[in-house]
Antibody
């Protein structure tokens, strides 16, 4: 059974940092693109970042460039999102997803990040 | 960047009736290289992650009921639920994956009338 499990969310003050993790099982992790998508409370879906199978390509939405870093460790079947200089507007549920290309067909249940003083 | 505009924002349909959701992309998501439309549809129920329904604009994901269908090309796309069931109450999103940044439409909430 394919599973993606996110962790690392929580409450952080503006300007603070968090590192999200996504652990995969049930499929060949190293063969899949991985993505982070977020959803602010009561709002729609917003794509955050993608990373290629071998980590050689990464893309980010403009609003997080220079603050967030996506990475992966294929030996650990894991993907990460290092979030620095967090802002109130980064408050959201963060979902990780996987796909053979940029069509993401498996998703985790999400982890909530709250940025507030 | 690609801008995805969905309409309507919400719709209420009777059980067994047809629901139609529209999505416009600017610019086109049709690739001249492979003649494919780089457009997907997702369903999201409250408290759940998105679920892929349709990709390449009209290819149904494995396990998705055949009452869900996608159509369109270039800049105009439609998701149709041919006979609405109670379990289809959800928010539906279109998304382009032609280029980065990947972008979603604003979502369409489908309810039972």
């Amino acid at each position: 059974e394919v599973q993606l499990v996110e962790s690392g969310g929580g409450l952080v003050q503006p300007g603070g940092s968090l590192r999200l993790s996504c652990v995969a099982s049930g499929f060949t992790f190293s063969s899949h693109w991985m993505t982070w998508v977020r959803q602010a409370p009561g709002k729609g879906l917003e794509w955050v970042a993608n990373i290629k199978q071998d980590g050689s390509e990464k893309q980010y939405v403009d609003s997080v460039k220079g603050r967030f870093t996506i990475s992966r460790d294929n030996a650990k079947n894991s993907m990460y999102l290092q979030m620095n200089s967090l802002r109130v507007e980064d408050t959201a549920v963060y979902y990780c997803g996987s796909g053979l290309g940029w069509i993401f067909d498996f998703w985790g249940q999400g982890t909530l990040v709250t940025v507030s003083s | 960047d690609f801008v995805m505009t969905q309409s309507p924002d919400s719709l209420a349909v009777s059980l067994g009736e047809r629901a139609t959701i529209n999505c416009k992309s600017s610019p086109s998501v049709l690739s001249s290289r492979d003649n494919k439309n780089y457009l997907a549809w997702y369903q999201q129920k409250p408290g759940q992650p998105p679920k892929l329904l349709i990709y390449w604009a009209s290819t149904r994901e494995s396990g998705v009921p055949d009452r869900f269908s996608g159509s369109g090309s270039g800049t105009d796309f439609t998701l149709t639920i041919s006979s609405l069931q109670a379990e289809d109450v959800a928010v539906y999103y279109c998304q382009q994956y032609y280029g980065s940044p990947l972008t979603f439409g604003g979502g369409t909430k489908v309810e039972i009338k």
